[in-house]
T-cell receptor
Framework: AQSVTQLDSQVPVFEEAPVELRCNYSSSVSVYLFWYVQYPNQGLQLLLKYLSGSTLVKGINGFEAEFNKSQTSFHLRKPSVHISDTAEYFCAVSGPMEYGNKLVFGAGTILRVKS | GAVVSQHPSRVICKSGTSVKIECRSLDFQATTMFWYRQFPKKSLMLMATSNEGSKATYEQGVEKDKFLINHASLTLSTLTVTSAHPEDSSFYIC?????????FGPGTRLTVT
């Protein structure tokens, strides 16, 4: 079984400052890792994903994440945030297709960008 | 890109009635769709996995007789909340799987009065 821990429930940050949203996972099998963003009363939008290959993954809206297998982490970063980045961010993990490819989500981190 | 729609976006119903929510993959075929429930200020909880042409697989603790799922075609899955009660009020989100990714619908806000 997989599990995901997002260490911060809320992260306040000033506009144009860098931000890191932390995510740790546990799994007994190889995993795929995802970050999603959710704006109020909307569904989830995929920011980026790690399936294999390069451990540094670049996504949309200037976000990137680094897969660290030894630390079982997949932290999300952005060098300079905008007011429009205010939203809730979910880290998720899934196992291989033969395990049903189900997504397990972390509890979410609310990013609040202040002017 | 892959687009998933949900209908309705919001629904208010009276206690004891049933509500059907539709999830459609608009530009791709999805043999597998997922239904999630999201409580206020909480993460998404997987309710069931919907496979085209077969019975849905429910997660532990989810009442299959209360949350009926039908995946009649490669582009449509429906979730029917039967005999709804106020505690069923929630945000329901579906997703459709394509390769290793899941594409999410915009969600349906259900309020049971």
């Amino acid at each position: 079984a997989q599990s995901v821990t997002q260490l911060d429930s809320q992260v306040p940050v000033f506009e144009e400052a860098p931000v890191e949203l932390r995510c740790n996972y546990s799994s007994s099998v190889s995993v795929y890792l995802f970050w999603y963003v959710q704006y109020p009363n909307q569904g989830l939008q995929l920011l980026l994903k790690y399936l294999s290959g390069s451990t540094l993954v670049k996504g949309i809206n200037g976000f990137e994440a680094e897969f660290n297998k030894s630390q079982t982490s997949f932290h999300l970063r952005k060098p300079s945030v905008h007011i429009s980045d205010t939203a809730e961010y979910f880290c998720a993990v899934s196992g291989p297709m033969e395990y049903g490819n189900k997504l397990v989500f972390g509890a979410g981190t609310i990013l609040r960008v202040k002017s | 890109g892959a687009v998933v729609s949900q209908h309705p976006s919001r629904v208010i119903c009276k206690s004891g009635t049933s509500v059907k929510i539709e999830c459609r993959s608009l530009d791709f075929q999805a043999t597998t769709m997922f239904w999630y429930r999201q409580f206020p200020k909480k993460s998404l909880m997987l309710m069931a996995t919907s496979n085209e042409g077969s019975k849905a697989t429910y997660e532990q603790g989810v009442e299959k007789d209360k949350f009926l799922i039908n995946h009649a075609s490669l582009t449509l899955s429906t979730l029917t909340v039967t005999s709804a009660h106020p505690e069923d009020s929630s945000f329901y989100i579906c997703s459709a799987r394509a390769h290793y990714e899941q594409y999410f619908g915009p969600g349906t806000r259900l309020t049971v009065t």
